[in-house]
């Protein structure tokens, strides 16, 4: 998949859908491409205004003359609490980039407990 065809999809997303949660437009800087094989790609969105997490999966089919896209929210998120708004968390720096490495580096055995 080209640049072309991410931009025509997130064009066509901005034009057509709206966050499920409060029916705000999707702002265009809270749009990211997460992954894509092929004809098939999968974005994630935050929504500015409720802060709703939102996936969409989506396929080129070249057989079919319009656009597939699957959305997936949280079912439970309505508006997400203020304490996980990103304003509340100090940007991410080169310390924390090296000790994260270092942990991995030295660390032995299953990571579970620390993503609970």
């Known amino acids: 998949m080209t640049f072309n065809d991410f931009c025509q999809v997130i ?10 949660a409060c029916n705000e437009t999707f702002n265009i800087n809270y749009i990211h491409i997460v992954a894509n094989a092929g004809n098939e790609g999968i974005l994630f969105i935050e929504c500015t205004k409720c802060l709703n997490p939102i996936f969409v999966i989506f396929s080129l089919n070249p057989d ?25 968390y100090a940007p991410v720096n080169q310390n924390d980039i090296l000790d994260m490495y270092n942990f991995l580096k030295n660390h032995q055995g299953d990571l579970t407990p620390f993503l609970k």
Not at 66 to 76: G, Q, Y
Not at 78 to 85: L, M, R
Request: proline share 9%.
């Open 11 to 20: 064009k066509h997303l901005r034009k057509n859908y709206k966050c499920p």
């Open 64 to 88: 079919i003359p319009e656009l597939i896209i699957k959305t997936r929210t949280h079912k439970n998120i309505k508006n997400a609490p203020e304490k996980y708004s990103k304003k509340n």
